[in-house]
T-cell receptor, first 114, second 112 residues
Framework: DTAVSQTPKYLVTQMGNDKSIKCEQN?????MYWYKQDSKKFLKIMFS???????INETVPNRFSPKSPDKAHLNLHINSLELGDSAVYFC?????????????FGPGTRLTVL | AQSVTQLGSHVSVSEGALVLLRCNYS??????LFWYVQYPNQGLQLLLK??????LVKGINGFEAEFKKSETSFHLTKPSAHMRDAAEYFC??????????FGAGTRLTVKP
């Protein structure tokens, strides 16, 4: 069974479009995250949700909006996509609040904006 | 705020040779330290973690790392490299009250 899953795996779209990436974890974890990995492999945290509440919002444009319908899901919606949004987006989860605990990562979603 | 620095964005070794990937950290309190591996087109997978127990930590796939407080280091080693070890490796640090910070990553290439 997949612990952290993301859909889609690949996403190619035009500038200005709105798209969503879905994430689900079946580990029973309380905290979920979204990371962005750029072309140089640099990994940057975007959001964190603990029990459906946002607890981290790094300096991410407000075109990005996380939505958590329940603690097993954390979706990422992106409005008005820009070329610079092209990256691999990873979802992750951990057992407890905060990032002091081991995180389990999904396989990633490669977003290409044309 | 805590941070990690990985020395060398690219390390190349021959199959069977020693693997040494360097990581130095800064933290105002005793940290938790992690090494993650990312195989091509995959997500990050935990190799090992240091949580203030034994300073020498053994992980999966024959990797280990030693926490050295005096050197603020947490270098990753493996005695004998395999072709399947070729991947991107990330060192990460976290401490209470702060989020986890990842290093810039080190790409390991293994030559036959």
């Amino acid at each position: 069974d997949t612990a952290v899953s993301q859909t889609p795996k690949y996403l190619v779209t035009q500038m200005g479009n709105d798209k969503s990436i879905k994430c689900e974890q079946n580990l029973g974890h309380d905290t979920m995250y979204w990371y962005k990995q750029d072309s140089k492999k640099f990994l940057k945290i975007m959001f964190s949700y603990n029990n459906k509440e946002l607890i981290i919002n790094e300096t991410v444009p407000n075109r990005f909006s996380p939505k958590s319908p329940d603690k097993a899901h954390l979706n990422l919606h992106i409005n008005s996509l820009e070329l610079g949004d092209s990256a691999v987006y990873f979802c992750a989860s951990s057992q407890e609040t905060g990032l002091y605990n081991e995180q389990f990562f999904g396989p990633g979603t490669r977003l290409t904006v044309l | 705020a805590q941070s990690v620095t990985q020395l060398g964005s690219h390390v190349s070794v021959s199959e069977g040779a020693l693997v040494l990937l360097r990581c130095n950290y800064s933290s105002s309190v005793p940290p938790y330290l992690f090494w993650y591996v990312q195989y091509p087109n995959q997500g990050l997978q935990l190799l090992l973690k240091y949580t203030s127990a034994a300073t020498l930590v053994k992980g999966i796939n024959g990797f280990e790392a030693e926490f050295k407080k005096s050197e603020t280091s947490f270098h990753l080693t493996k005695p004998s490299a395999h072709m399947r070890d070729a991947a991107e490796y990330f060192c990460a640090v976290s401490d209470p009250g702060n989020d986890m910070r990842f290093g810039a990553g080190t790409r390991l290439t293994v030559k036959p």
